[in-house]
């Protein structure tokens, strides 16, 4: 299904539907059974990096598949959405609405205003012949997710809204309020440290920002990218068993909670799946080297992406049960 009515549903219910990555079967298993468990709508996510890895034909019918596994597990209405993430071009839009996705978001927020609300304009009067809804971004993200890097972020100007929207035509926007893709989100110089744990304490999401955006475009669903948290009891198990990542870090739950209340209705999280895959992979591996059945360690971390994508939609979104 495209985004349209979970969208309705979310900005009047005072919850956020999560916008899930996937990039291979377990990733995929992991978010269809925690779903399923707990009733909530769902974004499936295909980037462009997902694409290169694993092939656009067949990620579109893995989510197809997904639909019929989420019935096995005994959800009886599955509501999912398959949406391109950060398209870049019409052409790539166009392949994806084609193809069967349920909905596309065209990024031109890294264009000059008139070249962004152009080329939304003309990805949303195609997609919409199909019914397929469109994500457009105004302000600039920072951080790198696959193929998008950005040094600075740039705030969205709230008093650009009215007339983006208005123009462009698109169903949703994703803004800029200090969220950031990737594990690293903050430079130490951004944030403070806690001196108990010495870990980096982030700088508050702009929510003035948001607020004033809500107030120019009320109801209009909003989306927050770059909002993983980066758990630090995951950041924990990877050093511990061999791996690397001093000073990760990402967005405090409950200002993601904060969010999900408001006038955002859609909220990206990729990094903590990876963090959860990767931290139970490490973990198996390291207690049991002699182990080299790739089963015996995507299990164990499919099982703790379940725990983490529940946690997410139960605790942080309020998704949950809104997809009976
Ligand atoms: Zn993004």
Same mark, same amino acid.
């Given at each position: 299904?495209?985004?349209?009515?979970?969208?309705?549903?979310a900005?009047?219910?005072g919850y956020a539907i999560?916008?899930?990555?996937?990039?291979?079967?377990?990733?995929?298993? @992991?978010?269809?059974?925690?779903?399923?468990?707990?009733?909530?709508?769902?974004?499936?996510?295909?980037?462009?990096?997902?694409?290169?890895?694993?092939?656009?034909?067949?990620?579109?019918?893995?989510?197809?598949? @997904?639909?019929?596994?989420?019935?096995?597990?005994?959800?009886?209405?599955?509501?999912?959405?398959?949406?391109?993430?950060?398209?870049?071009?019409?052409?790539?839009?166009?392949?994806?609405?084609?193809?069967?996705?349920?909905?596309?978001?065209?990024?031109?927020?890294?264009?000059?205003?008139?070249?962004?609300?152009?080329?939304?304009?003309?990805?949303?009067?195609?997609?919409?012949?199909?019914?397929?809804?469109?994500?457009?971004?105004?302000?600039?993200? @920072?951080?790198?997710?696959?193929?998008?890097?950005?040094?600075?972020?740039?705030?969205?100007?709230?008093?650009?809204?009215?007339?983006?929207?208005?123009?462009?035509?698109?169903?949703?926007?994703?803004?800029?309020?200090?969220?950031?893709?990737?594990?690293?989100?903050?430079?130490?110089?951004?944030?403070?440290?806690?001196?108990?744990?010495?870990?980096?304490?982030?700088?508050?999401?702009?929510?003035?920002?948001?607020?004033?955006?809500?107030?120019?475009?009320?109801?209009?669903?909003?989306?927050l990218?770059?909002s993983?948290?980066?758990?630090?009891?995951?950041?924990?198990?990877?050093?511990?068993?061999?791996?690397?990542?001093?000073?990760?870090?990402?967005?405090?739950?409950?200002q993601l909670r904060k969010a999900a209340k408001s006038?955002v209705c859609k909220i990206?999280?990729?990094?903590?799946?990876?963090?959860?895959?990767?931290?139970?992979?490490?973990?198996?591996?390291?207690?049991?080297?002699?182990?080299?059945?790739?089963?015996?360690?995507?299990?164990? @971390?499919?099982?703790?992406?379940?725990?983490?994508?529940?946690?997410?939609?139960?605790?942080v979104l309020g998704s949950?049960?809104?997809?009976?």
């Amino acid at each position: 299904m495209n985004t349209r009515e979970m969208f309705a549903k979310a900005v009047d219910g005072g919850y956020a539907i999560p916008a899930f990555n996937f990039n291979n079967m377990e990733q995929l298993q @992991a978010i269809i059974k925690a779903c399923a468990e707990t009733k909530s709508p769902v974004i499936l996510q295909v980037s462009s990096g997902a694409r290169k890895y694993a092939n656009q034909t067949l990620l579109r019918y893995m989510a197809e598949g @997904a639909v019929e596994y989420a019935k096995e597990l005994g959800w009886e209405h599955p509501q999912i959405c398959l949406h391109l993430d950060h398209g870049d071009t019409f052409e790539l839009c166009k392949s994806c609405v084609d193809f069967g996705f349920s909905s596309v978001m065209i990024d031109g927020s890294s264009l000059p205003y008139e070249e962004n609300i152009a080329l939304t304009k003309k990805v949303v009067e195609y997609a919409h012949q199909y019914d397929v809804t469109v994500e457009a971004e105004l302000g600039v993200l @920072a951080g790198v997710e696959d193929d998008v890097v950005a040094e600075e972020s740039h705030y969205t100007k709230p008093e650009e809204v009215i007339d983006f929207a208005t123009r462009s035509g698109c169903d949703s926007l994703a803004i800029s309020i200090g969220t950031s893709h990737g594990a690293y989100k903050f430079k130490p110089e951004q944030c403070t440290r806690d001196p108990q744990t010495g870990r980096l304490v982030p700088p508050p999401l702009a929510f003035d920002v948001l607020a004033e955006i809500e107030k120019k475009l009320p109801g209009f669903p909003i989306v927050l990218h770059g909002s993983s948290s980066v758990p630090q009891e995951y950041v924990d198990i990877i050093n511990a068993n061999g791996g690397n990542m001093p000073d990760a870090v990402g967005v405090p739950e409950d200002q993601l909670r904060k969010a999900a209340k408001s006038a955002v209705c859609k909220i990206n999280i990729d990094s903590d799946s990876r963090l959860a895959f990767t931290a139970a992979v490490r973990k198996v591996l390291a207690e049991k080297p002699g182990e080299f059945d790739p089963r015996k360690y995507c299990g164990p @971390a499919r099982d703790e992406m379940v725990k983490l994508y529940k946690h997410k939609i139960i605790e942080v979104l309020g998704s949950d049960g809104k997809a009976e």
